[in-house]
């Protein structure tokens, strides 16, 4: 089993910047795929980025250059850095862990990050 609990969401404006953190504990954290996922209102969850054990990462196309996902396994935490932040970021973003190829998969409650002037 593994809990995961997120911070770091809130309101910001247009370009501006934010930092969510996801705590993760009851397990061994270096083996799980950490990934940030975001669901706007009326719309499907959908993946913003991951990250490997050993620190490979992917990105969605419409995050990519402006978000970093980045983890600290001796913290067990995983960090996404939101820059220039636009209004269709805004979503409840949610993380996640994951073996790949194993039923081992587990969510965080979400925090929100609303992007409005």
């Known amino acids: 089993q593994v809990q995961l609990v997120e911070s770091g969401g809130g309101l910001v404006q247009p370009g501006g910047s934010l930092r969510l953190s996801c705590a993760a504990s009851?397990?061994?954290?270096?083996?799980?795929?950490m990934g940030w996922y975001r669901q706007a209102p009326g719309k499907q969850r959908e993946l913003v980025a991951r990250?490997?054990?050993?620190?490979?990462?992917n990105y969605a196309d419409s995050v990519r250059g402006r978000f970093t996902i980045s983890r600290n396994n001796a913290k067990n935490t995983v960090y996404l850095q939101m820059n220039s932040l636009k209004p269709e970021d805004t979503a409840v973003y949610y993380c996640?862990?994951?073996?790949?190829?194993?039923?081992?998969?587990?969510w965080g409650q979400g925090t929100q990050v609303t992007v409005s002037s």
């Open positions: 996640n862990a994951d073996i790949p190829g194993s039923p081992a998969n587990y």
């Open positions: 009851g397990s061994i954290f270096s083996i799980y795929v």
């Open positions: 990250i490997t054990g050993g620190g490979s990462t």
